[in-house]
């Protein structure tokens, strides 16, 4: 597979109207989770270029980037294929004190609540042997990916916002970030951790080693496929 072209598309502001989130028909990818997860480096490492701003500093994204991004080939099917990436701001970094599940919910509900009204499903699921769950869609898919940090599995802030996700109908695929920097024994430990918290095997990646891209593209390529059947 082979990453044609990532451009940039839009932003919507948190909690604000999303009347420019694309409703074109094709799958949308959603990136979420906390603050300094590795959301806008993974997206980067996706495709292989430098695309979202990153930054050590928590809380860096505070609007949802929107990018479309044409691939050629690969799980996606024969010849060009596209869809749009969106980059969530993180959660978990609570100015002002304020639940982070509730941060979440004000930053990404335009995002979420476009899409209903839209009338394109928000679909997920566990793990790649679970994806079969989300059927074709006439109005481009939507899919949902919770990243996590693999260094710290089941915290509060993350099961509230897979709680979150899940009432809005976007239940989401797990996907354990940073696992290059986890020990052996403590990538084994940490993986069971978050299958046993969120009922279902993460996807472990790491987006400076490149573990674990190649199949979250596959997870990635599925739901785009879906929504142009």
């Known amino acids: 597979m082979k990453v044609l072209s990532a451009d940039f598309v839009t932003s919507a ?57 044409t691939v050629e080939g690969g799980p996606g099917g024969p010849g060009r294929w596209a869809l749009y990436l969106v980059d969530l701001p993180g959660y978990g970094y609570a100015r002002g004190g304020a639940d982070s599940a509730h941060e979440l919910a004000a930053v990404a509900s335009a995002y979420f609540e476009a899409g209903l009204k839209a009338g394109a499903p928000q679909q997920g699921a566990a793990m790649p042997e679970d994806a079969r769950r989300a059927g074709p869609q006439a109005g481009g898919s939507r899919a949902t990916l919770l990243l996590v940090d693999s260094r710290h599995p089941g915290l509060d802030s993350d099961v509230q916002a897979h709680r979150w996700l899940s009432r809005v109908g976007a239940t989401p695929w797990i996907v354990a970030t940073k696992v290059d920097k986890l020990s052996r024994a403590d990538r084994v430990r940490n993986l069971k951790d978050l299958e046993r918290v969120f009922g279902s095997a993460p996807l472990p990646v790491s987006a400076t080693g490149g573990e674990g891209l190649d199949e979250l593209w596959r997870l990635i390529a599925k739901a785009a496929r879906e929504s142009r059947s």
């Open 13 to 69: 502001a948190a909690g604000g109207r999303a009347d420019g989130i694309p409703a074109d028909g094709l799958g949308q990818i959603a990136l979420a989770g906390r603050s300094n997860v590795g959301k806008s480096t993974l997206l980067n490492a996706l495709v292989r270029r430098k695309l979202a701003r990153t930054s050590a500093a928590p809380g860096k994204t505070r609007l949802a980037n929107i990018f479309r991004v």
